[in-house]
């Protein structure tokens, strides 16, 4: 409960401050919140999974953060940044598919 | 929908078990349920936060995506935008050179229909003026030749016309006969015909053209008015400012003369 009222309260704070996004970071934004939903959908699977533990969640959350974004800055760096932010946004759509049908699994048994 | 699945789902007992999370046996939604109950405890609270900070970094990067600008782009993006604009604004350019090639085509066939228009109308009035068909007015002489005795020859007024010729007479009038190319002093001495129409002593004579030099003319020694005097007539010369030139001639379209076609065409 705490979580989806965190959720919500994150999306009004976002929409009354308006803040901007500095330049530096705009390439890495996307790829951030990308990561931090694919670690947002692996703690609900661990949730059902039994296996939850909030020491857990948050180093991931922040670690894939992190991760990704370090990701797209090197290859910003080497000039393939474009293709290395495809690349992992298209590895963390499948960790969120994959989560997705475990959780699947779990609440509707199919 | 969260909810909703909490309210749907309330695994009996559900609540009961302190830590589901270390359970097996309950239901997925049932472990739903219980993780959403309000709760203060250490899980929740540090997942709310981390929520609400995806929340708001969600919330950022969509209104960003939305007002997206060209500062969010890579190099190779622009490069190829830049590639792009520059093409287009050569297109554009060309187009202008183009169009502005024609319009002023246009423009200068616009003007020499125009100079051609003023032109046509310029010979017009002159042609009309030497041939008797428009009135003129102008400086001018009125010249007097008096004849009491009847005793002037339609030769002596044929050298007087000639002599106003001579001195620059643009446009000229007897009576009210217009002179033209074509006139002709006939008759006799007395009984004078201008293009076959008698004339009445004194002969008045309306001349446009520059009074000094017409007037000198006139009265040379040995001159057209001499020749009057000679006659036993009387002829004199008054300088005006404006005369009018209103007797009008129809010139007769030419029989045998056509023009002959312009070179170029």
């Known amino acids: 409960m705490i979580a989806a009222i965190g959720l919500v309260l994150g999306v009004v704070v976002g929409l009354a401050v308006r803040p901007e996004v500095p330049v530096e970071l705009q390439p890495y934004l996307p790829i951030a919140v990308v990561a931090a939903l694919d670690a947002l959908f692996g703690g609900v699977r661990a949730l059902l999974d039994g296996i939850f533990d909030d020491k857990v969640f948050v180093v991931s959350f922040l670690s894939n953060v992190v991760v990704a974004a370090l990701i797209v800055f090197i290859g910003d760096q080497l000039g393939v940044g474009s293709q290395l932010s495809t690349a992992v946004v298209v590895v963390l759509g499948i960790r969120i598919f994959s989560n997705a049908a475990s959780i699947r699994r779990h609440l509707f048994h199919a | ?265």
């Open chain 2, 1 to 265: 929908m969260s909810t909703a699945d909490g309210g749907r789902g309330p695994a009996p007992g559900g609540h009961h078990r302190h830590a589901a999370r270390e359970e097996r046996a309950p239901s997925g939604w049932s472990v739903l349920a219980h993780a959403l109950r309000p709760r203060v405890s250490r899980a929740q609270v540090v997942t709310g936060v981390l929520c609400a900070l995806l929340g708001f970094a969600v919330v950022t990067q969509v209104r960003q995506a939305s007002t997206a600008t060209l500062s969010t782009l890579r190099q190779d993006d622009l490069v190829r935008l830049l590639d792009e604009t520059t093409t287009r604004g050569d297109e554009l350019a060309r187009e202008l050179t183009r169009l502005e090639a024609e319009r002023d085509e246009l423009l200068s066939d616009d003007s020499s229909r125009q100079a051609a228009q003023d032109a046509a109308r310029r010979s017009a009035e002159t042609q009309g003026i030497l041939t008797g068909r428009l009135p003129a007015v102008g400086p001018g002489v009125v010249v007097t030749v008096a004849d009491p005795d009847g005793r002037v020859k339609p030769a002596t007024l044929l050298n007087l016309l000639e002599e106003l010729r001579n001195a620059g007479a643009e446009a000229m009038q007897v009576g009210d006969v217009r002179l033209t190319a074509s006139s002709a002093f006939t008759g006799g001495a007395g009984e004078v015909l201008l293009d076959g129409q008698p004339l009445q002593a004194p002969y008045r004579w309306v001349v446009i053209g520059d009074p000094d030099t017409i007037a000198t003319a006139l009265e040379i020694p040995g001159g057209a008015l001499a020749a009057v005097r000679r006659d036993g007539g009387d002829g004199g010369v008054l300088r005006r400012e404006e005369v009018e030139v209103t007797a009008l001639a129809t010139p007769a379209p030419p029989t045998w003369a056509t023009p002959l076609p312009a070179e170029d065409g």
